[in-house]
């Protein structure tokens, strides 16, 4: 008797335990800013963190999860109000390129995988200069 009452239960756990998996399921969005540059570049955010961006390399700054099938473009994440790169010299920070407010525009929209969108904001010379 006991096999029989298992056996009817646990379909009816199981589908609990299914349903609490789609409710933490979403589609997220990464932000990430690659430096194409010959020089390391440093991201200073809105709390005053530094952030090293080595040349020829990327970072991704954050990611933001929606439950809608679309992208969360970079002026409606709450993540950042603006970018701010640097270089330095002598330990000290030049400001170089700076997005405030944020500019859709100059970030490249990507897919990398199903469920996932990802931002790039492609940091060049010719921005620097």
Excluded: H
Aim: net charge negative; with cysteine; aromatic share 14%.
């Amino acid at each position: 008797m006991k096999k029989v009452f298992l056996l009817l239960l646990f379909p009816f756990l199981m589908a609990f335990q299914c349903e609490d998996d789609f409710v933490d399921s979403g589609f997220e969005t990464y932000y990430s800013i690659e430096n194409s540059t010959d020089t390391d570049l440093f991201l200073i955010d809105d709390s005053n963190q530094i952030t090293e961006i080595a040349k020829q390399s990327s970072i991704t700054i954050g990611s933001t999860l929606n439950t809608e099938t679309i992208s969360v473009m970079p002026s409606e994440s709450l993540l950042f109000e603006s970018i701010k790169i640097y270089s330095s010299e002598n330990d000290d920070f030049f400001l170089r390129y700076e997005q405030n407010p944020i500019d859709d525009e100059s970030w490249i929209l990507n897919e990398p995988m199903e469920n996932a969108f990802e931002y790039t904001l492609i940091i060049t010379d010719q921005l620097l200069d």
